[in-house]
């Protein structure tokens, strides 16, 4: 839709309104203002008033060389995945600064995890020198202390580079291969 929203732009001088697309288009408006919001966002068009538009020049170039445009990512994503506050890990992560000693048993109750990703996790930190391993528990589930708490946001695995993230110093931690 955004291809031909633009190419119509391209043969009015570069000028519509939104109910004259739709018009063209028999299409109902909303879905040609989504389109033309598209083509704002990439630059391609401008809005002149309520309802008006206008190609700008990178637009009309992109309508006279015929470009396609797509929908999806403008560009590769490059840097490490954005972590919520509300994932498992930085649950566990959260607890354990809370508690500062607790058994794989109490952090996945409190975070609402499974044990299998808690053990997991916590091996991984103790590889890299978050946390020890103390003595297990008269349960017999095994114990953790937190020994290096650089701050809110939990450590990030990344098992690609053999390493983990701290995002609160920006600092990369090697894990022994």
């Known amino acids: ?15 519509g309104a939104l109910d004259e697309l739709a018009a063209h288009f028999q299409r109902d408006p909303r879905n040609v203002a989504t389109a033309v919001v598209r083509l704002v ?17 990178q637009g009309l170039r992109a309508a006279a060389e015929g470009a396609v445009i797509r929908s999806g990512p403008k560009r ?3 840097g490490p995945r954005a972590q919520g506050l509300f994932t498992s890990r930085q649950k566990i992560w959260r607890a354990l600064r809370v508690m500062r000693k607790a058994s794989t048993e ?11 990703n808690v053990r997991k996790y916590l091996n991984v930190l103790a590889q890299a020198g978050y946390v020890a391993r103390l ?3 008269g349960r017999g589930h095994c114990r953790y202390a937190l020994i290096d708490d650089t701050g809110p946001l939990c450590p990030i695995h990344r098992p690609q580079l053999w390493c983990v993230l701290d995002r609160n110093t920006e600092e990369q931690r090697e894990l022994p291969r």
Not at 1 to 9: A, D, I, P, S, Y
Not at 41 to 57: F, I, N, P, Q, W
Not at 106 to 116: F, G, I, K, Q
């Open 1 to 15: 839709m955004q291809n031909e929203v633009l190419r119509r732009l391209a043969e009015n001088d570069g000028v």
């Open 76 to 78: 590769a994503h490059t």
């Open 135 to 137: 003595k297990a528990d």
């Open 106 to 116: 109490e952090l996945a109750v409190l975070s609402e995890t499974s044990r299998d």
């Open 41 to 57: 966002r990439r630059g391609l068009v401008e809005r002149l008033e309520s309802g008006r538009y206008r190609a700008t020049d």
